[in-house]
């Protein structure tokens, strides 16, 4: 599972990525400028600096939302559980599935949920995110073991990728991409 959860998931995000940066070009420039003034005079950028690029994050954290590797995820009820007063009664031990995909599609969280929006995730605007409903890994206590390991890697791939190469949409490139699912993820089809 942790082959899977580690691999398969950073190099669909990083797919995302690109894709959404080859079709957003103004997106891609404003990333490539805070990248480069990141660098170092050896050509590198230190750990430190890397964990604190905004919209390097806030790219990132978009193509999460937009296009969640994993499109659900499980909980076992510990106790019986009555949701409001719904009358809806959870048992112990039934399981329950989270949406992860049609909650970080929902215009009711995310206004125009289908363009792609980094600012939506930059400092300033974070505050204004509905508590759960931001779940590419999970959230509260049970929330993805990888987390931290794989925005740093996906992070240094991306820097790397924009910092040396442009993205350019060409006659190939799909309106949207097509995913297949695989277990509970969702993985392009082909890549950009």
Do not use: W
């Not at 799909?174 to 509970?184: A, E, L, M, P, T």
């Amino acid at each position: 599972m942790f082959l899977i959860a580690g691999y398969e998931t950073t190099s669909t995000t990083l797919t995302a990525c690109a894709y959404e940066l080859a079709l957003n070009p103004d997106i891609q420039q404003k990333l490539y400028d805070e990248i480069n003034g990141a660098i170092d005079s050896d050509g590198e950028i230190p750990y430190d600096v890397l964990t604190r690029l905004p919209y390097l994050d806030a790219v990132l954290s978009e193509a999460l939302r937009l296009h969640t590797p994993p499109l659900r995820f499980a909980r076992t009820a510990s106790a019986d559980y009555t949701l409001g007063d719904t009358g809806i009664i959870i048992k112990k031990g039934q399981q329950v599935e989270i949406p992860i995909h049609a909650i970080h599609l929902s215009a009711e969280y995310y206004p125009d949920p289908f363009r792609f929006n980094p600012d939506r995730f930059m400092p300033e605007n974070r505050g204004t995110i509905t508590p759960y409903t931001y779940l590419p890994f999970g959230g509260g206590p049970r929330n993805c073991i990888g987390m931290r390991f794989a925005l740093l890697e996906a992070k240094l791939c991306l820097a790397h990728m924009i910092g040396k190469y442009r993205l350019f949409r060409c006659q190939r490139t799909d309106d949207q991409i097509q995913c297949k699912r695989f277990i509970r993820l969702a993985i392009p089809k082909r890549l950009v």
